[in-house]
């Protein structure tokens, strides 16, 4: 199957399925909002002939998976994720036209890339019945995934021979390693007094900082230009004290660790028990280790053919769901449109590449189906 792409009715769908999407201000505090948008995504899909469209809750979290009849295992599945950070003002999840770009909260992280994925499972599935492609669509990958991609692969079965993860990477620039993630909480206590006579107390705010100092001590900046070494940032310290003249006796902070292959979280966890200070505690939250994505080099043949050039291959700091895949040995094909400003209210996405990363995706397809 050779298909001309209509350029311009595709650039028309594209931006007016993001706009749609973006009205929609789906986010962990607004669950009945995340039931909406999977409520669209389904309806998008629900007139196509020879698909069926699974529906999952787990832990609340909602997820859609369309999948040929009859097909418990496509070659490829593509993966989307339709919650966005959250912002308290509904009316900040509005969009606009300027500049090549359609600018609001969630297009580019990435509404703008599901509507590029429904259009591609559309296309697909009414050129090519049957044709062993599948969609999954989840709703918490912003806090973490766990009960949306995790759990499609460990408690719904979900598999396939290729992933294609669009949350990272570039135009021309595909994900070929992520860091891994430790969320580090940490506790410390102590007995307030007065603060005039700081000597009958044990100040549980200074014990913390200084422990944070220990902490930061163990991840040493590397001469790496990409900084593909593990860090540490301090994302909040905090006590319930209010008062000037208290010396308080209980403070808290959270951390922040990335960390590359072949670093393990427990052998973090294990040198920061070793500095952790008097009453301080230190209790992991989350943690995934580093992946490997072992995209398929077809990918970066398709990408020479419709850019012109072979993709640049990329290692990410941040963490995505492809983790979970890589998990089952699942090689993850991870790159995305231009956009940027991500998790902001200016966030945007470019058309032009949206219309560009489109084919680049029908390209790769259609030859890896042989159509």
């Known amino acids: 199957m050779t298909t001309s792409l209509d350029t311009a009715g595709l650039r028309e769908r594209l931006i007016a399925l993001t706009r749609d999407l973006v009205l929609i201000p789906g986010t962990e505090k607004r669950p009945d909002e995340l039931h909406r948008s999977i409520e669209w995504v389904g309806n998008h899909l629900e007139s196509l002939e020879g698909v069926t469209v699974h529906s999952y809750e787990t832990g609340g979290v909602l997820s859609l998976v369309a999948l040929p009849e009859g ?77 949306g991609t995790k759990a499609l692969l460990e408690e719904h079965g979900l598999r396939c021979k290729v992933g294609m993860v669009p949350d990272g990477g570039s135009l021309d620039e595909v994900v070929v390693e992520e860091k891994g993630i430790l969320h580090l909480h940490l506790e410390s206590t102590g007995a307030a007094c007065h603060a005039a006579r700081p000597w009958l107390g044990k100040n549980a705010l200074a014990r913390i900082v200084a422990t944070i100092e220990d902490i930061l001590r163990l991840f040493p900046p590397g001469a790496d230009p990409d900084h593909w070494y593990a860090t540490c ?31 393990k979280a427990g052998d973090l966890v294990r040198k920061i028990g070793a500095v952790l200070g008097d009453g301080v505690t230190a209790t992991p939250v989350m943690s995934a280790a580093p992946n490997r994505l072992s995209p398929d080099p077809a990918f970066f043949d398709a990408c020479q053919a419709i850019l012109g050039h072979r993709p640049h291959q990329r290692r990410e700091h941040g963490g995505s769901d492809a983790r979970f895949l890589a998990a089952h040995n699942i090689p993850v094909i991870m790159s995305r449109p231009l956009c940027g400003k991500l998790h902001s209210k200016k966030e945007w996405i470019d058309i032009d590449s949206m219309v560009t990363f489109y084919a680049i995706y029908q390209k790769y397809l259609q030859e890896r189906f042989q159509i």
């Open 71 to 147: 097909c418990l295992e496509p070659d490829v599945v593509m993966f989307g994720h339709i919650d966005v950070v959250h912002h308290p003002n509904r009316e900040s999840y509005r969009s606009e036209l300027a500049d090549g770009r359609i600018y609001g909260p969630g297009t580019g992280d990435m509404k703008g890339i599901v509507a590029i994925l429904l259009e591609l499972f559309r296309f697909f599935h009414l050129q090519s019945p049957g044709v062993p492609l599948g969609l999954a669509i989840t709703t918490d990958e912003e806090i973490g995934g766990e009960n």
């Open 233 to 263: 940032a301090v994302t909040s310290v905090n006590t319930p004290n209010r008062s000037f003249n208290r010396v308080p006796s209980h403070a808290a902070a959270t951390l922040d660790i990335r960390y590359p292959h072949p670093i």
